[in-house]
C-alpha cells in the first residue's frame, strides 16, 4: 500500500531575540511560492592519481543557508519584515496592533503598559480599534484619559458596549483644536499651526520625511472623510519636512490642500502611525533583528507523520515589490542565513500553534494605489503613467565563514540600497531631461485598502536607461532605471508610513 507523498507545507516565522535564539510569538506566513529554503551543501571529492582511476568519497565542506519566497503584497505580509529590511526600529510600532481581549465601562483592557506606551497614549490621541464582534467597539477612537506606567486599561470617550474578543488596539494621529493650514505656491509647501503643535506631534513620534493625512474616517468606518479643512473639502495627504514648537512644515501635498484655511474647524484629524526609514549604523533607531523560519512538511514521514525544518540565523537582504497593470502587488523575500539542520520530528515548543494573519488583503494594482509619481525637485509632477514597476530594497548581506565553522560564523551587512525599474509611457521630454543631466529627482507612491495604508518614499534619487520603445499600435514606451540615495535634508533613501486606517479611493470606497 503507498503512502500519501509530501504535497503541502506550512511556513512560519520567528524574530530571534539573539542570533539563532527564536522568540516564542511564532507567525504563520502565507507564500505562493518557496523558492530555496534551508542549507546548500558543498563537497570536495578525492581524485588521488592511482591505477584505480576513480574518484574516492568527498568531504563535506561548506554551507550556505538562505530562505526565499513571493507572497502578495498585504498589510501583514508587508509589516512582518519591513523593520527588518530596514534596519531600524519602527516609530511608534510599540503603539500598533496592541492586544486588547475585552471591553468593560467604555475602556480597553489590555496587558500592563510601558513607559513608552503610556507617554504616547494620552488625551487627543486618535485610536483605530478591529476585532470587535460590535461595530461600535470598532472604528475610530479618541483617548480621555491620560494613560500611565502600568495600566491595564485604555479609557476612550465614545460609549462602548462591553463584550470579549481579540480586538487590535492601534495608534492612528492626534485630535488638534482649531489649528490653522496656510498655503505657500512659490515654495509648495503648507504649514499647520497652533500653540505647542509641532511639539505635541513630535512627542508623539512624527518625523520629517513621514507622510500623514489630514481628515479621517468617522467612527462608524463610513466612506466619508471627515474632520479637515473648509467644511471637509480640504483632506488628503501630505509629508512632514520640519517640526517647530507651534508650527508644522509639509511639503508633497495633495492638491486638495493646496489652498488657505478658510474656515478652520473645531477638531482637525492629523492621521499617522508606523514611520520605518534606513538609519546610519551609530543612530538610536539602528538595530539588527534576524529570524528563524519553520516549515511544516505533511506526509513526510515513514509513517505519515509530520517533519519540521528550521532555517536559523537569517537576515533580510533583498525585498522586491512587483506592480503589474491589474492584477495584484506582490512581495519577493530573500534572506540569508547562519544554518539549517535537516527536517526531524521535534517541533520547537513555541510554535505550535503559529499567529495567524490578520490584515491579508491583498492590493489591486488599478485601484488600490492612491497616488504614484516621479517627482522632480520642486514637487512638480514628471510622470504618473507607469506601465511596469518594480521597487527593490537590497541590504547586500554576506555570510562571514572561518575555519572550523561549517556555514557561516558571522553575517555582514553591506550598503543599503534602492533600486526601481520603471516602464513608463513618454508622455513628457523633461523625464529625458533629468535622465540625460543625471539630475535629483523623487518618488512616491500609496497602497490603501480596507486593512490600512501603506506610503513609500523615496526622496532623492537619479534616473539612468532612458531607452525608448516603440511598439506597434501603442504609444511610446521609456524604460527608466532609477538608483536612490541619501537625502542631503531627510539622510535617508526611503521612507516608509503605514497607517491603521483605511481612506476612500477615488471611486468613494475604502475597498
Known amino acids: 500500500m503507498g503512502r500519501v507523498l509530501t504535497n503541502t507545507t506550512a511556513m512560519a516565522y520567528v524574530l530571534e531575540t539573539e542570533l539563532n535564539v527564536p522568540g516564542t510569538d511564532w ?60 534596519f531600524s526600529i519602527g516609530v511608534n510600532s510599540n503603539v500598533t496592533q496592541i492586544k486588547s481581549t475585552s471591553v468593560v465601562s467604555d475602556a480597553y483592557t489590555v496587558q500592563s503598559l510601558n513607559a513608552e506606551q503610556a507617554e504616547k497614549l494620552k488625551v487627543g490621541t486618535l485610536l483605530w480599534i478591529t476585532g470587535g464582534v460590535n461595530d461600535g467597539n470598532n472604528g475610530l477612537k479618541q483617548i480621555s484619559v491620560d494613560a500611565v506606567l502600568g495600566d491595564t486599561q485604555i479609557q476612550v470617550i465614545e460609549t462602548l458596549i462591553d463584550e470579549t474578543a481579540d480586538f487590535r488596539v492601534s495608534f492612528t494621529g492626534y485630535k488638534s483644536l482649531g489649528p490653522t493650514w496656510t498655503w505657500d505656491p512659490i515654495q509648495k509647501q503648507a504649514t499647520l499651526a497652533a500653540t505647542g503643535i509641532g511639539t505635541e ?27 479637515g479643512f473648509d467644511g471637509n473639502t480640504m483632506v488628503g495627504y501630505a509629508r512632514c519636512i520640519i517640526l517647530n514648537t507651534d508650527t508644522v512644515v509639509f511639503d508633497r501635498v495633495d492638491v486638495a490642500l493646496q489652498s488657505d484655511d478658510l474656515s478652520p474647524e473645531t477638531r482637525v484629524d492629523i492621521i499617522f502611525g508606523e514611520f520605518f ?11 539588527s533583528q ?39 502587488a506582490g512581495i519577493t523575500y530573500g534572506f540569508i542565513g547562519t544554518d539549517s539542520r535537516p527536517p526531524g520530528e521535534i517541533r520547537n515548543p513555541d510554535v505550535d500553534p503559529p499567529l495567524t494573519p490578520t490584515q491579508i488583503k491583498a492590493f489591486n494594482t488599478s485601484s488600490d494605489i492612491v497616488r504614484l509619481r516621479v517627482l522632480d525637485t520642486d514637487d512638480n509632477g514628471l510622470t504618473t503613467d507607469f506601465k511596469s514597476l518594480k521597487i527593490t530594497v537590497n541590504n547586500n548581506v554576506t555570510a562571514e565563514k572561518v575555519i572550523a565553522t561549517l556555514g557561516a560564523r558571522y553575517l555582514n551587512i553591506g550598503n543599503f540600497g534602492v533600486e ?4 513608463l509611457m513618454f508622455t513628457s521630454p523633461e523625464l529625458v531631461d533629468r535622465i540625460r543631466c543625471n539630475d535629483r529627482t523623487s518618488m512616491d507612491f500609496v497602497f490603501n485598502n480596507e486593512d490600512g495604508t501603506i506610503a513609500f518614499d523615496v526622496p532623492s534619487m ?3 536607461d532612458g531607452s525608448i520603445t516603440y511598439p506597434v499600435n501603442e504609444s511610446v514606451m521609456i524604460n527608466t532605471t532609477s538608483t536612490a540615495y541619501v537625502d542631503p535634508v531627510l539622510n535617508t533613501s526611503l521612507g516608509v508610513s503605514i497607517f491603521p486606517m483605511p481612506f ?5 470606497c475604502s475597498n
Open 462 to 464: 537619479t534616473i539612468g
Open 420 to 423: 526601481i525599474e520603471a516602464q
Open 277 to 287: 526609514r534606513n538609519v546610519p549604523t551609530d543612530h538610536d533607531d539602528f538595530t
Open 290 to 328: 534576524s529570524f528563524q523560519f519553520e516549515i511544516d512538511y505533511s506526509n513526510l514521514g515513514i509513517d505519515g507523520s509530520n517533519r519540521y525544518h528550521y532555517s536559523k540565523g537569517n537576515y533580510c537582504n533583498v525585498m522586491t515589490i512587483d506592480i503589474p497593470i491589474g492584477g495584484k
Open 201 to 227: 506631534l513630535g512627542g508623539l513620534g512624527l518625523l520629517p520625511g513621514e507622510v500623514v493625512h489630514i481628515g479621517s474616517i468617522s467612527a462608524s468606518g463610513e466612506d466619508t472623510i471627515l474632520n
Open 27 to 86: 507567525h504563520a506566513l502565507e507564500p505562493n511560492d518557496i523558492t530555496s529554503f534551508g542549507a546548500e551543501i558543498s563537497t570536495v571529492s578525492r581524485s588521488p592519481i592511482s591505477r584505480n582511476r576513480q574518484q574516492l568519497k568527498g568531504i563535506i565542506t561548506d554551507l550556505d543557508s538562505s530562505v526565499d519566497f513571493e507572497t502578495d503584497l498585504t498589510m501583514s505580509a508587508f509589516r512582518d519584515f519591513i523593520a527588518g529590511f530596514c
Open 504 to 508: 476612500p479611493n477615488a471611486d468613494g
